[in-house]
């Protein structure tokens, strides 16, 4: 059962549902850049943000004010909004609540979004800020990944690729809610239709107009259809009733059976990306993932 505040909050993020799917990708990108000024402002003097470039992209790294001494992991935040929504302003928001929350450093970036940029742009984007990680001297082993939505698909999207390339993988992967399937292919895009109190087929199959390449099951856009062996230990948090749950399922089972160590967490009676939202449940899973990358630590500085 979903705590009270979880239900409540349900109740008004479904209200609001008919006007989001109807809103321009304009107004999507400013209200996520909205939510995620006000992420970063409520965490106080907890963490502190350095602006910067990885080439042309846009990139802060969240710093929280008491680090663990020593503490070499660093984790790679690659924020939702169906590829075409996000600012760094967006990204600062819950880059902040991991740094605040693990107390680790955390790099976000905000890559280029479609329909201006389509695929395989956000990908190029993202294995930039990973090779930046390596080129300042992070070890691939300290180096984790975590994303909501198309940056939780991104994120193996980016680790398939790192294969192709003979590139050292990261440690540790965390992902929320991700989409793994641009073709649509779960059965819950048809059976949580009613149940999904955020999402809508139309926003979704928006987004894949938008970013998608002309084979939607490219591994590199829709991950579920790679080869998974090899790819590090991960966990995946996702809501009972939403759309993209089948994605969260389906990549759990073939990471299983690649031989992948991965935990699937299926949160009864809440929503798409529900991690970011502060519910109880949310808290519950933030702490989950902070043991998680604790258990990934690979040592420290004297």
């Known amino acids: 059962m979903p705590s009270l505040i979880s239900a409540m909050l349900r109740q008004q993020i479904r209200l609001f549902k008919p006007i989001l799917t109807n809103f321009s990708t304009t107004a999507s990108r400013n209200l996520q850049e909205a939510l995620g000024e006000l992420g970063a402002k409520a965490l106080g003097d907890k963490v502190e943000f350095r602006e910067f470039h990885i080439g042309a ?10 680090p663990q001494p020593g503490d070499q992991r ?6 939702g909004g169906g590829y075409v929504a996000g600012s760094i302003k967006y990204a600062k928001g819950f880059a902040g609540v991991l740094a605040a929350k693990a107390g680790l450093r955390v790099l976000c970036i905000a890559y280029r979004l479609a329909p201006e940029n389509p695929f395989p742009a956000a990908l190029e984007d993202a294995l930039s800020a990973y090779e930046y990680l390596l080129a300042e001297g992070c070890a691939p082993e300290n180096i984790f990944l975590i994303g909501e939505s198309a ?4 994120l193996f999207s980016l ?9 050292p993988l990261p440690g540790r992967l965390v992902a929320l809610s991700p989409w793994t399937d641009l073709s649509l292919s779960g059965e819950s895009y048809r059976t949580k239709r009613k ?12 987004f894949v107009h938008a970013y998608a390449p002309p084979e939607l099951r490219d591994p590199l856009a829709s991950p579920l259809f790679g080869a998974l062996s090899g790819l590090p230990p991960c966990r995946i ?3 009972e009733d939403e759309l993209l749950l089948d994605d969260s399922r389906l990549m759990a089972e073939k990471l299983l059976s690649a031989g992948v160590e991965c935990r699937l967490h299926v949160e009864p009676g809440l929503w798409h990306a529900y991690v970011l939202f502060g519910v109880p449940e949310a ?4 702490e989950e993932i902070k043991v998680f990358f604790e258990e990934g630590f690979h040592g420290k500085t004297s």
């Open 57 to 66: 992209v846009p990139a802060a790294l969240a710093v929280p004010v008491k």
């Open 283 to 286: 808290n519950a899973a933030l």
């Open 159 to 167: 680790c398939l690729l790192l294969k192709s390339l003979g590139r």
């Open 74 to 79: 660093v984790v790679l935040y690659l924020h």
């Open 151 to 154: 940056g939780g698909g991104l």
């Open 195 to 206: 149940e999904d109190p955020c999402l809508s087929m139309k926003e979704i199959e928006g």
């Open 237 to 239: 948090y996702v809501g």
